[in-house]
């Protein structure tokens, strides 16, 4: 730790910690009440009489943390110093119950959504996106026959507009300043397609690929991006590849090639201003946990245009989340990785300055996290 900075951005070491323990952090998003949403087809544990029209205007109401009112509050889930700490609410889905909590500061549950979700954002209207399908709701239904639908909840519970993808959502969903979603889906790769791309060893199998949309309120497609004709078939980035088993030559499994769990936009931020059209904002960055390492892709030419698997430790292994942090906020521009650290059984919290690839905060407290 003596190499790099150790002040202690509480901030963002609590709100990040919980990410890591919860397997998601939810934040506010910016501009999500602006276009309108027909109401679909009611929650599966959920009863209403009023629909939603966002259209309406003098209908919607933007919550903030002194509107809410506590549903069953618990203790404090931890005893700590919150005096420091980086103000608002967390929200996370929880797996084995069919939750999403929304937690203040101290850790006690203002609001919940009887749902199962593998993922899960607050909007700043007060509803949620999800994509459903927790480890427990894959098992069970309707979760499990949700698996590929990306829906939108408002605040008690209802759908407000859902659209179903090719195939299986996998792991996350963002909402754009313009309204549009960005979704992040499964898509499987014949064993007889792209044959004059594969490696030999991958000749006669199914590939398990990942696909990146933007889809409309009205549920149109407005851009793709698919890693199997972006990325090359015959690399899987930082780590060597996995081996071809017999259940993949037989057709039981497919090969789980990138197997990207996070994406994120590129906001307003000082390097683009300088010039550096790598961080242009609408940018994704992207982490295929499989290979390692984030990317980032350029929206306009689809091509990789930066990456990161890092060197300490032995660099990522398992990572999540990466964020570029914006305007306004300590280390504004930089870029937070959470390393789940699947090699050393440790995980950290990484910000480093993505045009040196310096670290330049670090959280890392070995076997306690």
Same mark, same amino acid.
């Not at 939603?52 to 933007?62: F, G, I, N, P």
């Not at 499990?144 to 407000?160: F, H, N, Q, T």
């Not at 698997?309 to 870029?335: C, F, Q, R, T, W």
């Not at 950290?348 to 993505?354: A, G, K, Q, V």
């Given at each position: ?9 509480? #901030? ?8 890591? /323990? ?23 544990? &959920? ?6 029209? $966002?259209?309406?205007? $003098? ?38 119950? &069919? ?5 203040? @500061? ?8 009887? @749902?199962?979700?593998? =993922? &899960?954002?607050?909007? $700043? ?18 979760? &499990?026959? /949700? =698996? $590929? ?7 008690? #519970? ?17 909402? /754009? ?8 889906? /499964? ?51 930082? =780590? ?73 430790? #032995? ?9 570029? @942090? ?32 310096? @670290? ?10």
């Amino acid at each position: 730790m003596s190499k790099y900075k150790t002040s202690k951005r509480l #901030g963002f070491e609590i709100v990040l910690g919980i990410v890591a /323990l919860a397997g998601v952090a939810l934040f506010l998003e910016h501009g999500s009440g602006s276009h309108s949403i027909e109401p679909s087809v009611d929650s599966p544990r &959920a009863s209403f009489s009023k629909p939603y029209a $966002s259209s309406d205007k $003098s209908s919607v109401v933007t919550p903030t943390e002194e509107s809410f009112t506590e549903e069953n509050p618990t203790e404090e889930i931890v005893n700590i110093d919150i005096s420091q700490a980086f103000p608002g609410m967390t929200l996370y889905p929880t797996s084995g119950s &069919a939750e999403i909590l929304l937690v203040n @500061i101290a850790g006690k549950i203002v609001h919940r959504w009887d @749902i199962d979700a593998d =993922r &899960a954002r607050l909007l $700043s209207d007060g509803s949620i996106l999800v994509i459903h399908g927790s480890k427990w709701g894959l098992a069970r239904e309707p979760w &499990a026959s /949700l =698996r $590929s639908v990306v829906r939108r909840y408002s605040w008690e #519970g209802k759908v407000l507009w859902e659209k179903k993808l090719p195939e299986d959502a996998h792991h996350d969903v963002q909402i /754009l300043p313009n309204g549009n979603i960005l979704a992040l889906y /499964l898509t499987h790769v014949e064993p007889n397609e792209l044959t004059d791309k594969r490696p030999e060893k991958l000749r006669g199998v199914q590939i398990r690929s990942d696909v990146i949309e933007e889809i409309s309120p009205s549920g149109e497609s407005v851009w793709k991006w698919e890693a199997h004709n972006h990325l090359s078939l015959d690399s899987c980035g930082a =780590r060597p590849c996995s081996k071809v088993t017999k259940k993949h030559l037989t057709g039981q499994d497919p090969y789980d090639w990138t197997h990207i769990n996070t994406i994120s936009v590129i906001p307003e931020n000082r390097w683009f201003d300088a010039g550096d059209t790598r961080f242009r904002p609408g940018n994704i960055i992207v982490m295929a946990r499989n290979f390692w390492q984030a990317m980032i892709v350029d929206r306009e030419t689809k091509n990789v245009v930066w990456t990161y698997s890092g060197d300490y430790k #032995g660099g990522i292994s398992g990572g999540h989340e990466p964020v570029m @942090i914006e305007k306004g906020l300590p280390g504004a521009g930089n870029i937070l990785i959470f390393d789940n650290g699947r090699v050393s059984e440790e995980s950290r919290l990484l910000e480093l300055d993505p045009t040196s690839k310096k @670290i330049v905060w670090l959280y890392d407290v070995g076997e306690k996290f």
